[in-house]
C-alpha cells in the first residue's frame, strides 16, 4: 500500500532531533480508495519510526460518531479541539476541567511518529470510549481509508504557513528538542521537507472535499476574526442548539488567556514531558505561546518572509483558496 524512501539530503540530516532523529517519505502506491487525490497529495514526510505503523493507521476502524480533528501541525488544532469537544458533549464544562484535553481528545499518530515514547497510540485510540475524538495532523493519503467510506465528522483547521512556520520552529526547537539553526528549518519548510510536509497540499485536499456533508473546513484567522460566527457555524455541523448566554460563555472559555490558564487545556504536562525527554528539561516554554495572527512579521526576515509568499503563491496556483480566508 505505501512505499517508504529513506531520505538522505543534508538538509533533511540538519533537521534530524531527538524527537525524530530520522526522516521517511511516506508514499501511498495505492490510490483506488481515495476521493480526488492527485499526485502531490500522495507522500508525506514522517519519521522513520512511522513505517511500522503506516498500514496499521490505513487499516483503522473508524465509527460513525467518531469526530476527527485534521490540521497540519500549529494549525489551531488545540483549540479547535477543546471546542468541538465541548459542542459535542452539550457543553459539559465539569467533565473538560476535570479530564485532560489531550485524554478526551486523543492525538492519534503520536506513538508512530515520537521517537522516544513507546505507546501504540493508535491501538490505544481504537479503544476509546465512543463517540471518540481524535486528532491528527497526517495527510488525506494516510488517514485510514474508512474516512472516505464511514463518513464520520471530520474539522479540518488551516493556517497561514508563515504564522506556522513561526509556531512551528518554536515547537520543532523546544518540544521535539531540535538545535539546528532556524534557517535550515524555514529552508526545511520551503522544500517541503518538514514532518508532516507537504504543507499546502495538506489544506488543498481538505479544501476540495469542503462541501461534503461530514467535513467542517475552518481557518485559524477566522476563529481569531470571528469566533462567534464560528460557533455558529460548528453548532449547526454538530446539529446543537445553543442560546445565546450559553455561546458568549464558550466564547470565554475558548479564549487564549482562559485556554492558557486552563490546566486541562494548556499542555504544561505535556511540554514538559517532552521537553524532558528530548534534551530540553527544567527550559521555559509554553505551548500556549502568543496565539496572534501575524506575530510572523516580529520573528521572520524580509527576505523570507518574501519567500514564504512566493512559496504559497506558487502551491496555489490553479486552486481557488487562499490563507486570507
Ligand atoms: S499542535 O502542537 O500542532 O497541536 O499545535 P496547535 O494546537 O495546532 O497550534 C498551537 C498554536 O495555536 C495557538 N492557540 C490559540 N490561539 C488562539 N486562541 C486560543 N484559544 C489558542 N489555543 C492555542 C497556540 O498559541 C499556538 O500558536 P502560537 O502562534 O505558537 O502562539
Redesign the pocket.
Known sequence: MFSFKPLNCELVKSLSCPGAPTFIEVKLEDLSENPRLDSESKTCILPEKYQHFADKVRNFEVFDDDVWIV?F???????T??MVWLMDHDLDYHTAKQINLNRRSA?FEIGAIANNLSVDSISNTANLPRPRHI?S?LPMALLPKQLWTVKPRIVY?SRNPK?VA??YM??YQM?MGYRGTEKNFLEGLLADKVMYCPQVQHVLDFWRIRDQQNVLFLT?EQ??RDLVGVLSRVSQFFRKCFSEEQLTELFHH???D???KNPA?NNVEMVAAAMQMNGRGGEKFE??????VG?YKNELSVDYIERFEEYIRQKLEGNDFDFSH
Open positions: 490540521t501541525p500549529k494549525c489551531g488544532t488545540t483549540w479541539q477543546e492525538y486528532k495532523h483547521v504564522d513561526v509556531s518554536h515547537h518540544i485559524y476563529m481569531k475558548l479564549s487564549f482562559e485556554m492558557k487545556t505551548f500556549m505561546r502568543k496565539g496572534q506575530d
